[in-house]
């Protein structure tokens, strides 16, 4: 009987052998979706007026205006070295000197930046200096005496309400252009006052008055449509002479005020979620998916050849339990 058990035993053992040989050890990678989160955006857009542009930098013209040094180059070139490779990071300005709220509406209702929009995953947003500024360069231009050009700043209180009105109404439609082709993070500068600390009193005052207003329409339309405010006009407050031209009678921002505006714009933007698909982890998932692929072709060759041994070796085994068993039941008769 213990022979009986042993040979049993044996057989058993055998058997599970065999079906260990015959099961199939291929570890499958698992597929992911290959996006990567990010605080850096790999596409950016920035859009409005020749504050955006970079106007009266060196180094910029009209048609290229990524030689200077704006802030749309200095964030680029931030977001640029902060992300990998793979994110395939571009930047593009479609600012232009002299564009006010209805130009821009004008061409976003036409679909000219539907493309560069729709790639966009941050948009930088300067509007509304054009529309209100405007009169007081003009004035500031002329060959008036100190006078003359008191009496014209005093005139345009009506005037500038009435294009601070039109800018309230085009604001939002403006906003929801952009959103009717892109779900980019939205980021909409304050105007800072260049007049500020300025050596005429009124102007600095009548500036104030205006810009502040707009730049309350700005944090209004931000309750109701979904974008942040980048607060540009408080970082310049008090620093005017500091940050613009105004001493050459340019209200533009000088280098070292693009660089404020940078300071102000980056942890506001870094401060969002951003994603990337990565195209070289894709392509080196799908390569090994299709070597795991040919090694469960192989595995399933092999899987067959092991399955006719084992065949073989069970038939063989139970012919000799067989044999053994007849004998020993021989022996006891």
Known sequence: MKRVG?????FRLAVFFIYLLSVNFCAYAQSSDFIVETNYPPHIVFLGDSIAAGYG?????????TLCA???????AIFDSALDDEAGFSSENAAKNGMTSSDLLEKLSQGE?????????????????NDLLRPFREILAEDLSLSERLDRFTSLSDELDKRLDE??????QIVNSIFSCSDAKLFVQTLYN???????????????????????IIFECSDNNNFLVADIAQS??????????ISNYDIHPNAQGHEEIARVLEPLIEGEVYT???????????????????LEKQNKKTAVIIAAISAFLIALICTIVFFIRRKLGAKRS
């Not at 800018?167 to 939002?172: A, K, T």
């Not at 310049?236 to 031209?245: H, K, M, P």
């Open 6 to 10: 042993r040979i049993n035993l044996v």
């Open 57 to 65: 930098l060196d180094g910029y013209s009209s048609d290229n205006n």
């Open 70 to 76: 704006s802030y749309a180059n200095i964030l680029s």
């Open 113 to 129: 930046y539907d493309e560069m929009l729709t790639d966009a995953d941050a948009i930088v947003l300067s509007i509304g200096g």
């Open 167 to 172: 800018f309230e109404e085009l604001l939002p």
């Open 194 to 216: 260049p007049f500020d600390g300025f050596s005429i009193t009124s102007l600095d005052e009548l500036a104030d008055e205006k810009i502040s207003r707009l730049n309350e």
């Open 236 to 245: 310049f407050e008090g620093r005017a002479q500091e940050l613009t031209n």
């Open 276 to 294: 990337y698909y990565d195209a070289q982890a894709a392509m080196q998932y799908a390569l090994e998916e299709e070597n795991a692929a040919q």
